[in-house]
Every structure is written in C-alpha cells, then in structure tokens.
C-alpha cells in the first residue's frame, strides 16, 4: 500500500523553526526519491528540497542555509528542518516520492500539512 503520512506543521512566529516529518510506505521509501513540496494560496506548488536514496540534496534558493532534509531509512522517515522561518514560507507542505519504474516516473503524494508563520 502506498502512503505517505506528514505531521509537523503548525503556527509559529518569524524567525522560529518547526520539524516536519513524513512516514512512507517501506515499498515507496527505499525505491525513492523523497522531498518536500509546498503551495501557497494562490499559487503554483513548488518544490522546496529533496533528498535521493544516495543522500543527494537539493534545495529552492528561497530555503538554502535556513531548511534542512533528511532520511532516516531505519523509520522509512523524512524530514525537513526548517528554521528562521518567515512570513513567505507559510503554505501547505506536501510530501512527495519520486520513483523511476522501468522507464516511468511515478509520483506518490501526501494529504498535505498547513504551516503558518506569522509576521
């Protein structure tokens, strides 16, 4: 069964940091690149950092320096550590994996969770 589950979100103020976490699906996880995605209200999804099985990173400019990504392949777990937080990154945070099956991109999505940061 595929599933991905996020927590983590919530309301905090500018210049403070929140730990989002998302547990996948073993079968999702180990085959997978796995990420964070976010969307604001009003405007396009975009993607905020991944990680690749092999620990390759990659981030938005708007977070480089201030978010974090991690796996935990023990808990089929990613993470994403987000400090200094502002006003700008308050949207809803999806989990994503990424896998290449045979040619074909599949990706696999969480419900989404809301982070708020107020000014």
């Known amino acids: 069964q595929v599933q991905l589950v996020e927590s983590g979100g919530g309301l905090v103020q500018a210049g403070g940091s929140l730990r989002l976490s998302c547990a996948a699906s073993?079968?999702?996880?180990?085959?997978?690149?796995m990420g964070w995605f976010r969307q604001a209200p009003g405007k396009q999804r975009e993607l905020v950092a991944t990680?690749?099985?092999?620990?390759?990173?990659k981030y938005a400019d708007s977070v480089k320096g201030r978010f974090t990504i991690s796996r935990d392949n023990a808990k089929n777990t990613v993470y994403l550590q987000m400090n200094s937080l502002k006003p700008e990154d308050t949207a809803v945070y999806y989990c994503?994996?990424?896998?290449?099956?045979?040619?074909?991109?599949?990706?696999?999505w969480g419900q989404g969770t809301q982070v708020t940061v107020s000014s």
């Open positions: 994503n994996g990424k896998r290449l099956l045979l040619g074909t991109v599949y990706d696999y």
């Open positions: 073993e079968n999702i996880f180990s085959t997978s690149t």
């Open positions: 990680m690749s099985r092999g620990g390759s990173t």
